[in-house]
Structures are given as C-alpha cells and as structure tokens.
C-alpha cells in the first residue's frame, strides 16, 4: 500500500495515512459501464510550483493506484522554479518523468513545455493538488475515440484544505461573464429533471482550466496555448472560444471523478508581475483576438484594461484565420446561448449612459 501524505505550503491541516478511499461519487448509470479495451495511451502532465511534496506525491500516487497503468505512456511533472529539489523523491514509478523550467514560466506556458514533451496519443491535464477516483481514465479517453477533436472534462469533486474531507462535486457544466470574462458554473441544462438523465457527456461552453484531456494531435492543430499569456488566468476562456470555434468540441463528462483541494487562502506561488496586471494582460488578449465586435462591451465595463500592454497578437490572429475559425456571434448563438440574456442587459446600462458599442 502507498503512503499517502497531503500538505499544503501555508497550511497547518496534514494528513498521512495509506491511499485513503475515497467515495464513488459517479451516477449509478456509470457504475455498470463497460470501457472499450481498445483506448489510447496518455500523457498525463502535471504543473508544479511552490507546492508541498507531500502533496505532489499525493497526487501521484492516487495516479498510480486508480488507473489501469497500462493506458499511462508516461506521468510528465513540470517543475516550473521550485524552490525544493524533488527528483528523487517524486520517482516512486519509471512513468514518471521531470522536466525542469531554467526560469519561472508559470502554468500556461509550463502545460505547453510538458505538452511538447509527450509521447502519448491524449494529453491529460492534471493539477498538483487532486486525487483521481475510481475508473476515472477511461471515459474521457472514450470521449476523444469517438472524435479526437473532443476536449474531454471530469467532474470536479472537492477536497476543502481546511479538512481534507472528499466531497461529491456538482455536475455542472462552465461558461462566463461578458461583465468581465470571469468563468462560471451553471447547472446543465434541463437538469434535475426525471425524464432527462444525465448523460455519457455533456457539450459545455467553457472549461474551468486545469483539467481536461486532449487529443495530442489535435492540441498542436488548434493552438495549444496563448504563450503571450502570463501564469494563469484568462487561459480557459481563450482555448474554449478557440477550440469550440476553430472546430472542436468540450464535453463534461459526468462519469470521470476527479478530486481537487480547493485553497481557502489564495493561491501558493508569486506572479511575474502584479497580480492584476498579468489577469489584465491574458484577458485582454482574449477580447482583442476572439471577441470581434463584443469586445466593445468588455471594453465599456472595463476601461483601465484599453491601456494594458497586451503584448503582440500575430501569431494568434493568424492562427484564427489559418484554421479558418467561426465568428464569436457562431459561439454564441450554437454553443454559449444563455450569454444573450447578459449582453441584453449590458447593453440596456450602456443605453441608460447613451453609449452603445461602435
């Protein structure tokens, strides 16, 4: 049995025990579901900066105790700068390999470094600080089968690091505010209702950030990330625009659980500049390349952002028109319909002040 040690940097609540069980948290239609022997090896790459070891390890080992090893190419840990030496430490299996950044890079552009790396057929996206539950893998991996240009979500389940205690997450799916392109939850749609079970997937319009699986092939294709961007912040917004738009798809996938510590206290690791202006940067960035003429809303609600240094935008103005990516207003009205009701009332306060976008 594995050790198990869950540590946060700042936080006064550890936990050491074997690999703890954690509830089944899946809808009972997903308990009974037979998985396709046939699936592609994965890439699983995890980020890692200003974190514990023990919760890394955390991480890794509920990795390695719930999920067939044999859909595992490789587990690819990006140390972007930590402060602690952990390579001998964190190899406690061949499948996992370390890259180490020569300079702090942050989460966006360290996902694209650990990317370029792998060997596997899907990409999964993982964070430092989660536990995978029971036959998580393969129904995201049965997701991209059907069509590589899915983007496959888990359910995010909830670890409070004032407890520690596993917590059966909602099923929601993601989207955001035009006010200020902050992500947000909403229910699925037309559930709870008895007629309407949940689904092998869901279509949402935005992914929360960190965790998904991608097809390796299809993430190089439609862009991988804005390396223009800093950290963290703004990221999912873009690549759900972008792959929705560019032709993908991203599904919630109701029978995938995993485990992810919810900080209370703020996030672990020090921006490359101020806070606020590396959110700044990334969202501006969004608007100015994907938004067309809707950036005029952000732009009214938000006008300290029309002197942020965002940076410069070719590479990704091209890639748009190379893959010859729908219109926002497509977004709109195919995937993200339930933004028509906000953009009815900004666009009723801009009235009230006699100012309506160009």
């Not at 980020?47 to 067939?68: A, D, G, M, Q, V």
């Not at 070719?314 to 009205?333: A, H, M, N, P």
Request: hydrophobic share 40%; glycine share 6%; charged share 25%.
């Amino acid at each position: 049995a594995y050790e198990i040690a869950a540590c946060l940097v700042g936080s006064e609540m550890c936990i050491r025990d074997r690999v703890r069980d954690v509830p089944d948290t899946r809808p009972e239609i997903c308990k009974a579901e037979e998985f396709d022997v046939h699936l592609p090896k994965v890439s699983i790459i995890i980020p890692f900066h200003n974190e514990s070891e023990s919760i890394l390890l955390t991480t890794l080992k509920s990795i390695l105790f719930r999920t067939n090893k044999n859909l595992i190419e490789e587990i690819i840990i990006v140390d972007d700068l930590n402060p602690l030496n952990l390579d001998l430490s964190i190899r406690i299996d061949p499948k996992i390999k370390i890259i180490h950044n020569n300079k702090r890079e942050g989460l966006i552009r360290s996902k694209v470094i650990g990317a370029r790396e792998a060997t596997g057929s899907v990409l999964v996206f993982l964070e430092a600080h989660c536990e995978v539950n029971v036959n998580w893998l393969e129904p995201l991996l049965m997701v991209i089968k059907k069509n590589p240009t899915n983007v496959a979500i888990p359910i995010l389940d909830v670890i409070p690091d004032t407890d520690y205690v596993y917590k059966e997450g909602p099923v929601n799916i993601g989207g955001f505010s035009m006010r200020d392109l902050n992500f947000k939850w909403f229910p699925i749609r037309g559930w709870p209702k008895p007629d309407h079970p949940i689904g092998k997937w869901e279509p949402t319009p935005t992914m929360s950030g960190g965790l998904f699986a991608i097809s390796t092939k299809w993430f190089k294709v439609v862009g991988e990330y804005d390396m223009g961007m800093e950290i963290w912040g703004g990221e999912n917004v873009e690549s759900s625009i972008r792959i929705w738009t560019c032709g993908g798809s991203i599904l919630t996938v109701p029978c995938s659980r995993v485990g992810h510590v919810f900080r209370a206290g703020g996030f672990p690791y020090k921006w490359l500049s101020d806070v606020g202006q590396s959110i700044a940067r990334n969202k501006i960035r969004v608007v100015k390349v994907w938004l067309d003429e809707y950036q005029d809303y952000f732009l009214h609600f938000n006008p300290i952002f029309k002197s942020v240094d965002y940076g410069d935008l070719t590479d990704r103005i091209e890639l748009r028109k190379r893959l010859d990516c729908k219109s926002f207003q497509w977004y709109i009205d195919n995937v993200y319909p339930e933004l028509k009701e906000e953009i009815a009332k900004l666009k009723k306060e801009m009235n009230a002040t006699s100012v309506q976008p160009s």
